[in-house]
């Protein structure tokens, strides 16, 4: 129940086991098509150029960046936590002249702040925010964003990496250009594996590049001689096949289930542990409107050691939840409800421990034992 | 029987496919310092700053390259092969200036070519070359390479990502000071890994860097705050925790056979296959003293078609070989005895498997039915 990664089902651990096959094998080319059009699915896009990188959500980022930017090109970047800061970082190693939006953390990203960024910096090329926040648990309007940057001729790169799988994420309907995400968080497969998907507009800007992208295993062209559909999969490197077959097995799971019924859990979940901890007098850093489900940053009620109560958690319950990242680090707790973690016996079993928690440790002597647990079980039973 | 990846052993697999836990799980973290120990067994060096990076052999190249290097720094490049090319274009994205040394695939890197390039180029920082070349089965002599790059007050960068773990790669002894590889291939784990490790020159000359690291995920720096010896582990990102539960698995496999055990299993196995070969006609693109155990390329029969040879061995037998690569591609077959996959039953396997099909075929009428088994038996039995 951390930010990730996820609990794995037992079926995509088992296709993570499967003995490993060459990744040029007919068997596995046939794989990567169902993986890439299972992905469309999911992107809710139509983009051909729709695949899985090599790599964690981090390098799917950069990904994005290195492809989209030139030195010297400008780029508006909406920073309201730690993952639009690491998009501040990376624009400036490949030399653009990045524009940033700074919003408090906790806070979605300020459309009116957006839109008179695109009026004073008409000559940017895209604008790059982070669609879920995972550092803070705070959801931004990926559709308005865009919608701004397509009204000022800009391309839009979001972050999807905590929502993709949880909440809405509709790449053609919104018109985002470049997007990347994880395996690890709402998709529920093991980490390591970053899904990506380029819209046609984005690469034509990519057509149009002067220069190299700088990175030499994130280039776009080269990785589709492999992931490209021409049959021939020319070598660009060994893909990791293993973990491929999970996102196989996971994404099969995900689109079984539904992504609406995927979002209703996700929402569902996150009520129930809500009506919970507001029992327990725990307030969350994000106001109502603009949380997420899957990732409930939390404030640490004063008096606790933050870090001792996670290893009560981890060590007598076995339960993970996250620590703040960043300015709010010591300050926030972030449990995670993403996929497969997205279930009631997480959300009774993480109630019950803390009320336990908070009762021995003294902070919780307004607490009424039993109360929060009674909470819990209303919002599901008036779900039924 | 590929270039890689190669078989994976089932307690490798069980590894693998345990529950995922956190990145910065204490269990993990314990998990991350005996890994980095194991490598340094495994790279047969004392290196602090060894570890697995969270993607395949091509981002290691990249890492070695974009830490080690800045805009107009001169690097030497041995090129015999693709992958001394493929470090030609990093560099180039770059910026750096490369000196090519050329050598014909096949053969090992001159090392009177690398005596005149030290040379003539004493502002080099960086010889660069391939231990093992995956594309054409040669092996160049590193610690020649490495001697006249110090003595020339150079740094030298080796690929050993089929070497690692079949033939020695000393670190220390040798002096390397940047050196990456790949989980998939003699270290017979899944595909996704990096094994890199890097000396203290190595760390000095990334500690008078000028610029920025152009790669947010391959700076070193920023990796360490992961993976240092600094036990609070500060976010990175999020590291793909099953497939490192599966290198420990497999590094432990190595390491309790013993580093000499299993480069003497991985030469015996090639002797079988080469005395079998040899019998049906089949000649290696590579002369004897520079050949690899691990990776035997072989020069496709006149009159055959190699692509369709492939496809029967797979679909009829279920073994992989793999093709010729780049100016080697139709030309040779690349047969791999890596790891796991070094046994006599893949041996006995295959033989028995191209001697049908060349019978089969017309193109054998000279040859003997049986008699390359007999060698394939002879060397074995002889071993004993």
Chains 1, 2 share one sequence.
Not at 351 to 375: F, P
């Amino acid at each position: 129940m951390g930010p990730g990664p996820s609990d794995v089902p037992t079926a995509v651990l088992e296709a993570l086991s499967r003995q490993t096959i060459g990744h040029l094998d007919p068997e596995f080319v046939q794989l990567m098509e169902a993986i890439k059009s299972l992905l469309q699915t999911v992107f809710q896009t139509q983009n051909p150029l729709t695949l899985p990188l090599s790599a964690p959500g981090s390098a799917g980022m950069e990904f994005c960046l290195v492809n989209l930017l030139e030195a010297g090109d400008k780029v508006i970047i909406c920073q309201n936590g730690v993952f639009g800061g690491r998009m501040l970082e990376i624009a400036d190693r490949i030399g653009a002249r990045s524009v940033a939006i700074q919003d408090e953390w906790g806070q979605p990203v300020d459309l009116n702040k957006v839109a008179e960024a695109v009026r004073e910096h008409p000559d940017a090329k895209l604008i790059a925010f982070v669609h879920a926040e995972t550092s803070t648990g705070a959801r931004s309007d990926a559709e308005s964003i865009s919608k701004l940057a397509h009204d000022h001729g800009m391309l839009v790169l979001a972050d999807t990496v905590t929502s993709l799988g949880g909440i809405p994420v509709e790449v053609d309907a919104w018109q985002l250009d470049a997007v990347y995400a994880g395996s690890q968080k709402c998709l529920s497969c093991v980490p390591g594996l970053s899904p990506v998907t380029l819209s046609e507009r984005a690469i034509e800007q990519i057509n149009k590049r002067r220069t190299k992208v700088q990175s030499w295993f994130l280039d776009v062209k080269l990785l589709l001689g492999y992931w490209g559909s021409d049959s021939r999969r020319s070598y660009h490197h060994t893909a990791p096949v293993n973990s491929l077959a999970a996102l196989h097995a996971s994404l099969t799971l995900l689109v079984s289930e539904g992504l609406p019924a995927a979002f209703a859990r996700h929402m569902l979940h996150h009520r129930a542990l809500a009506a919970g901890l507001q029992k327990l007098g725990i307030e969350f850093l994000v106001s109502e409107s603009d949380r997420l489900p899957m990732l409930n940053s939390v404030l640490v009620p004063d008096g606790l050691n933050e870090a001792a109560v996670r290893r009560q958690l981890l060590d007598h319950y076995g339960i993970e939840i996250g620590a703040g990242l960043g300015a709010l680090a010591g300050k926030t707790w972030r449990i995670g409800l993403m996929g497969h973690s997205a279930r009631s016996a997480n959300v009774y079993s993480l109630i019950t421990a803390l009320e336990s928690i908070l009762i021995q440790s003294g902070c919780g002597r307004q607490i009424e034992t039993g109360a929060a647990l009674t909470q819990v079980q209303q919002i599901y039973e008036s779900s039924t």
